[in-house]
Nanobody, 122 residues
Framework: VQLQASGGGWVQAGGSLRLSCAASGRTFNRYVTGWFRQAPGKELEFVAAISLSSDYIDYVDSVKGRFTISRDNAKNTVYLQVSSVKPEDTAGYYC????????????????WGQGTQVTVSS
């Protein structure tokens, strides 16, 4: 599985972006897909995850009500709509896949994309 994250950029506080994670490889649809982020000097943080059928969705508390994860299996793509952004959302955002439904720890994810930068100006 190869993952390609895109859609990052500069955005003012309160604005929105849509991040995309495009996957190649037929096994993509066997996995849970998650989004993580890492700010300078901080550890990698779980943000959200979605199951193959979209019947399991998980968010870290700090983004609930502001971020929305979704997927289009026909396009092998998972999206993260980031809305009402705050300066503390500034980070590199990474997508990854896991075989474990409720995985939040980065060590439980098997394949990773290269990341896309989101910078929020106040």
């Amino acid at each position: 599985v190869q993952l390609q994250a895109s859609g990052g950029g500069w955005v003012q506080a309160g604005g929105s972006l849509r991040l995309s994670c495009a996957a190649s490889g037929r096994t993509f649809n066997r996995y849970v897909t998650g989004w993580f982020r890492q700010a300078p000097g901080k550890e990698l943080e779980f943000v959200a995850a979605i199951s193959l059928s979209s019947d399991y969705i998980d968010y870290v508390d700090s983004v609930k009500g502001r971020f929305t994860i979704s997927r289009d299996n026909a396009k092998n793509t998972v999206y993260l709509q980031v809305s009402s952004v705050k300066p503390e959302d500034t980070a590199g955002y990474y997508c990854a896949v896991s075989r474990i439904l409720s995985a939040r720890h980065p060590g439980l994810y098997d394949y990773w994309g290269q990341g896309t930068q989101v910078t929020v100006s106040s």
